[in-house]
T-cell receptor
């Protein structure tokens, strides 16, 4: 089976940097994704790491260490609109590709 | 990016009735779609993988006779909640992966359907 762990809540101030960690246990691991979801909305894709290392997309970066079964999402220059839930998700192959989500981290950005 | 449309966005029904939710990929073909369920402030729980032209693959613990999935074309998957009960009230979200996204891991999500069973 698959399991993911990430903090339930993080609070930070505008302009700061925040890191959301994710550890996972899975068979058939292919990659780690990150999604953002605002209350009442659908998840939107942020990033995907299939290989070790850092992927940068604007203010957001994502890191993966396959040997440690660990990844993180780094958000820089925080803005109020970044207040949302952030989910790490493993893409795994177990007879077919599927994406399993972590419990989510609620990020609160304060002025 | 690719667009996935889900309908209806909200539905209220009486206990014992059945409700159908549609998920369409508008500008790409999706041989595989995924149905998730989300309770308030909780994670997305994968219910089943919908495969075009074949039977859906259900996750452990999901009743296939209760949640009927049909994927009759490359752009449409439907989820029917049969004999709905109040405990089936939830946010149901479908997603699909564009062929070009196979190696990017990106899932495109519909807007979600909020089901309330009275």
């Amino acid at each position: 089976g698959q399991s993911l762990e990430q903090p339930s809540e993080v609070t930070a101030v505008e302009g700061a940097i925040v890191q959301i960690n994710c550890t996972y246990q899975t068979s058939g691991f292919y990659g780690l994704s990150w999604y953002q979801q605002h209350d009442g909305g659908a998840p939107t894709f942020l990033s995907y790491n299939a290989l070790d290392g850092l992927e940068e997309t604007g203010r957001f970066s994502s890191f993966l260490s396959r040997s440690d079964s660990y990844g993180y999402l780094l958000l820089q220059e925080l803005q109020m609109k970044d207040s949302a839930s952030y989910f790490c998700a493993v893409r795994a192959y177990t007879g077919g590709f599927k994406t399993i989500f972590g419990a989510g981290t609620r990020l609160f950005v304060k002025a | 990016g690719a667009v996935v449309s889900q309908h209806p966005s909200r539905v209220i029904c009486k206990s014992g009735t059945s409700v159908k939710i549609e998920c369409r990929s508008l500008d790409f073909q999706a041989t595989t779609m995924f149905w998730y369920r989300q309770f308030p402030k909780q994670s997305l729980m994968l219910m089943a993988t919908s495969n075009e032209g074949s039977k859906a693959t259900y996750e452990q613990g999901v009743e296939k006779d209760k949640f009927l999935i049909n994927h009759a074309s490359l752009t449409l998957s439907t989820l029917t909640v049969t004999s709905a009960h109040p405990e089936d009230s939830s946010f149901y979200i479908c997603s699909a992966r564009e062929l070009a996204g196979v190696n990017t891991g990106e899932l495109f999500f519909g807007e979600g359907s909020r089901l309330t069973v009275l």
